[in-house]
């Protein structure tokens, strides 16, 4: 849990204040959330329930279905 609440506190902070590469990392990731079936029209993930603008922008996290 408390790896976990580490991560969306820095998913969300990355999201807030941009980096180049995070921001280049994130984009790769969310192309394939955009066309998976499991991404909803409010940017979150139903397998993992996480909103994808913050999590792509984590560096440990993965995607449960393993694309990224």
């Known amino acids: 849990m408390k790896n976990t609440l580490k991560e969306i506190l ?3 902070k990355n999201y807030a204040f941009p980096n180049g590469e995070i921001e280049k990392m994130a984009e790769k990731r969310l192309e394939f959330c955009v066309d998976c079936t ?3 029209s409010k940017g979150r993930c ?3 329930g996480c909103f ?3 999590k792509a922008r984590v560096k440990k996290a993965k995607c449960p ?3 990224w």
């Open 65 to 67: 279905l393993n694309y």
């Open 38 to 40: 499991y991404f909803t």
């Open 46 to 48: 139903r397998k993992c």
């Open 52 to 54: 994808m603008i913050a």
């Open 10 to 12: 820095e998913g969300w």
